[in-house]
């Protein structure tokens, strides 16, 4: 498993922006995605934007447009950028990776990348909470 930590979450008025970071302990050769989850208070926790190591993405419907999810190889980094922040994004947001997994490997049209169970590591979360 890799480590995860999250960073960037707070309080925002609603239409404003904010910018998460995931620092991850090392990034897979092989077999290896991420992505950003959210769950809200008596809630499912739902996949939010998934990316692979070539960079290809999925953004879930509810933020499409909204959300952007991108990672720096080089500092082991996973961002996700929210823009036109609702009140109805107010969750605690979690990066997930999977290492080593050999489906991330095919590339993001051949997994559920919004799904949890693609990932084996997780980070503690950051709060975002937006006020209308």
């Known amino acids: 498993q890799v480590q995860l930590v999250e960073s960037g979450g707070g309080s925002v008025q609603s239409g404003g922006s904010l910018r998460l970071s995931c620092a991850v302990s090392?990034?897979?050769?092989?077999?290896?995605?991420m992505a950003w989850f959210r769950q809200a208070p008596g809630k499912e926790r739902e996949g939010v934007a998934g990316i692979d190591r070539n960079g290809d993405t999925k953004t879930a419907d509810l933020v499409k447009g909204r959300f952007t999810v991108s990672q720096d190889i080089a500092k082991n980094t996973l961002y996700l950028s929210m823009n036109s922040l609702k009140p109805d994004d107010t969750a605690m947001y979690y990066c997930?990776?999977?290492?080593?997994?050999?489906?991330?490997?095919?590339?993001?049209?051949?997994?559920?990348?919004?799904?949890?169970?693609?990932?084996?590591?997780w980070g503690q979360g950051t709060q975002v909470t937006v006020s209308s």
């Open positions: 090392e990034f897979s050769d092989v077999g290896y995605c």
């Open positions: 997930a990776a999977a290492h080593r997994n050999p489906m991330c490997g095919l590339g993001i049209a051949y997994y559920s990348a919004l799904e949890t169970y693609i990932y084996d590591s």
